[in-house]
């Protein structure tokens, strides 16, 4: 294989699935100026024209989710009977950021009493310039999205490098944009290596960075932005915490918690990774949750009865299974028997889920961002013991609470260091609330008309309408 093009491992049976062109770095350079070009007539176009065109987007992205569902399985091993659901999520999703885009970027005026007629003063939210977003695999549209949209409907271009293992999605973006009849050079995709992605970073056309990934690759952006004088935004980690009082409705607790744990093979920056269950209930909830948990099945993703798929990658799947081996050779207790899983392998992406007890915060399983089919559960003795432990991480992307008491859920979420705080829901967006992480989850924000403000900036004006 040359070093100009990319094969698309599919996890699916390890083969390669597709192949794309690398961009060179001199290909690379071409493409941002063709966005900074193309950036400066696209921010004159109206405002209610931009918003027509991404309405437009998503219409034609939709049009084709059965070929697009399929390819996203193939890409990165989701179950076939889920994927659809990712790309309807992505229209409805930018629906909500194209109906609150006009709200969201119209001047601010400033009146002030007995000053009308002599000046005319207001704040404006201008495109910030060319936007460079770095994504992920395991939401490979959604997360896109996400920056995509606001920063082209705000009048910025675009240049979207896709993860490695989803490429051929950024193409797909790409492909729909054109059809939508978006502007040449306003959005395009490029496929590069590590060392162009830093170098573009670093590029003075460069005007703000979007990134969904590791803490590693987060630190590495923040380092190559360091010259300059941009913003970044920042989607890393996290290692989600879940706390279930005694006055839960157990049987939907149980039921939602084992989905937030183990939907898309655990691979969710704001899946469920570990769980304080209140004493008063813990046992029973061990054992329903242990229960729930067997009923997946895991599976080749394409298979109408497979609710588990593989993991990304072979190396994914070991790092979990080498999580459990030491927490389990430090102590825990692992409740499910991987022979109940025929299609679990060594040596493959394919894994069972797993439960573990008898945890704690000693064990790399607890602390350790796992992004796979495992959750440690915990015993608690009171609200004090469970916001110490929700609160002892490096993390905070999202946590949630499982109780029938919204004051009780209200003052504990104020004492809880996170982004985003659920009563009775987790690993879920909510496109008109603002996406945000806090300590090595990240910042910035993305979503809710709050996400508009990450990708323009703010410029007074201030006329004297009366000079005597």
Same mark, same amino acid.
């Given at each position: 294989?040359?070093?100009?093009?990319?094969?698309?491992?599919?996890?699916?049976?390890?083969?390669?699935?597709?192949?794309?062109?690398?961009?060179?770095?001199?290909?690379?350079?071409?493409?941002?100026?063709?966005?900074?070009?193309?950036?400066?007539?696209?921010?004159?176009?109206?405002?209610?024209?931009?918003?027509?065109?991404?309405?437009?987007?998503?219409?034609?992205?939709?049009?084709?989710?059965?070929?697009?569902?399929?390819?996203?399985?193939?890409?990165?091993?989701?179950?076939?009977?889920?994927?659809?659901?990712?790309?309807?999520?992505?229209?409805?999703?930018?629906?909500?950021?194209?109906?609150?885009?006009?709200?969201?970027?119209?001047?601010?005026?400033?009146?002030?009493?007995?000053?009308?007629?002599?000046?005319?003063?207001?704040?404006?939210?201008?495109?910030?310039?060319?936007?460079?977003?770095?994504?992920?695999?395991?939401?490979?549209?959604?997360?896109?999205?996400?920056?995509?949209?606001?920063?082209?409907?705000?009048?910025?271009?675009?240049?979207?490098?896709?993860?490695?293992?989803?490429?051929?999605?950024?193409?797909?973006?790409?492909?729909?944009?054109?059809?939508?009849?978006?502007?040449?050079?306003?959005?395009?995709?490029?496929?590069?290596?590590?060392?162009?992605?830093?170098?573009?970073?670093?590029?003075?056309?460069?005007?703000?960075?979007?990134?969904?990934?590791?803490? /590693?690759?987060?630190? *590495?952006?923040? &380092? =190559?932005?360091? @010259?300059?004088?941009?913003?970044?935004?920042?989607?890393? $980690?996290?290692?989600?915490?879940?706390?279930?009082?005694?006055?839960?409705?157990?049987?939907?607790?149980?039921?939602?918690?084992?989905?937030?744990?183990?939907?898309?093979?655990?691979?969710?920056?704001?899946?469920?990774?570990?769980?304080?269950?209140?004493?008063?209930?813990?046992?029973?909830?061990?054992?329903?949750?242990?229960?729930?948990?067997?009923?997946?099945?895991?599976?080749?993703?394409?298979?109408?009865?497979?609710?588990?798929?593989?993991?990304?990658?072979?190396?994914?799947?070991?790092?979990?299974?080498?999580?459990?081996? /030491?927490?389990?050779? *430090?102590?825990? &207790? =692992?409740?499910? @028997?991987?022979?109940?899983?025929?299609?679990?392998?060594? $040596?493959?992406?394919?894994?069972?889920?797993?439960?573990?007890?008898?945890?704690?915060?000693?064990?790399?399983?607890?602390?350790?961002?796992?992004?796979?089919?495992?959750?440690?559960?915990?015993?608690?003795?009171?609200?004090?013991?469970?916001?110490?432990?929700?609160?002892?991480?490096?993390?905070?992307?999202?946590?949630?609470?499982?109780?029938?008491?919204?004051?009780?859920?209200?003052?504990?979420?104020?004492?809880?260091?996170?982004?985003?705080?659920?009563?009775?829901?987790?690993?879920?967006?909510?496109?008109?609330?603002?996406?945000?992480?806090?300590?090595?989850?990240?910042?910035?924000?993305?979503?809710?008309?709050?996400?508009?403000?990450?990708?323009?900036?703010?410029?007074?004006?201030?006329?004297?309408?009366?000079?005597?």
């Amino acid at each position: 294989m040359s070093p100009s093009t990319l094969s698309v491992i599919t996890p699916v049976d390890s083969t390669a699935f597709a192949t794309v062109q690398i961009s060179s770095s001199e290909q690379v350079q071409a493409a941002v100026e063709r966005a900074a070009k193309a950036q400066k007539a696209w921010k004159r176009v109206p405002l209610k024209q931009r918003v027509e065109m991404g309405r437009r987007f998503l219409e034609v992205f939709g049009t084709r989710k059965d070929e697009l569902a399929k390819e996203l399985t193939m890409q990165m091993g989701r179950p076939l009977r889920y994927t659809p659901g990712e790309i309807k999520g992505t229209q409805d999703r930018g629906k909500y950021m194209v109906d609150v885009a006009e709200e969201a970027l119209k001047d601010v005026e400033i009146v002030e009493a007995g000053q009308e007629g002599k000046f005319k003063r207001f704040i404006r939210k201008e495109a910030v310039g060319v936007v460079l977003i770095v994504a992920p695999w395991n939401y490979p549209y959604l997360s896109s999205l996400n920056g995509v949209l606001p920063s082209i409907i705000a009048g910025n271009s675009v240049i979207l490098k896709h993860s490695s293992h989803t490429p051929l999605c950024g193409e797909r973006f790409g492909q729909a944009w054109t059809e939508a009849g978006l502007p040449d050079g306003v959005f395009q995709c490029i496929h590069m290596s590590h060392a162009d992605t830093e170098a573009l970073v670093r590029n003075p056309l460069i005007n703000y960075v979007n990134f969904t990934g590791s803490v /590693e690759g987060g630190h *590495q952006i923040q &380092k =190559a932005a360091s @010259d300059k004088f941009i913003a970044t935004g920042l989607e890393l $980690g996290g290692k989600d915490p879940a706390y279930v009082r005694p006055d839960c409705d157990l049987k939907y607790t149980v039921e939602t918690l084992v989905d937030g744990s183990f939907f898309n093979s655990g691979q969710c920056c704001c899946a469920i990774e570990r769980i304080y269950v209140h004493a008063d209930i813990y046992d029973a909830f061990v054992d329903a949750f242990v229960a729930e948990t067997k009923n997946y099945r895991l599976g080749n993703p394409l298979e109408p009865e497979t609710t588990l798929g593989p993991m990304v990658k072979t190396k994914a799947a070991d790092f979990v299974r080498g999580q459990i081996a /030491e927490a389990v050779s *430090q102590g825990a &207790k =692992a409740h499910i @028997d991987a022979s109940l899983f025929p299609a679990d392998k060594p $040596g493959t992406p394919y894994m069972a889920p797993q439960v573990l007890t008898s945890v704690t915060h000693s064990m790399r399983v607890m602390t350790e961002e796992s992004f796979g089919p495992v959750v440690g559960i915990m015993r608690v003795n009171s609200d004090e013991e469970a916001i110490h432990l929700m609160n002892d991480s490096d993390f905070g992307l999202s946590a949630s609470i499982w109780t029938k008491d919204a004051d009780a859920a209200l003052r504990i979420g104020d004492q809880i260091e996170t982004g985003t705080w659920f009563m009775n829901r987790c690993d879920y967006l909510d496109p008109a609330l603002a996406w945000v992480g806090v300590k090595d989850s990240g910042r910035g924000c993305t979503l809710s008309k709050f996400g508009y403000d990450q990708v323009t900036r703010l410029k007074s004006f201030h006329l004297k309408l009366v000079t005597v």
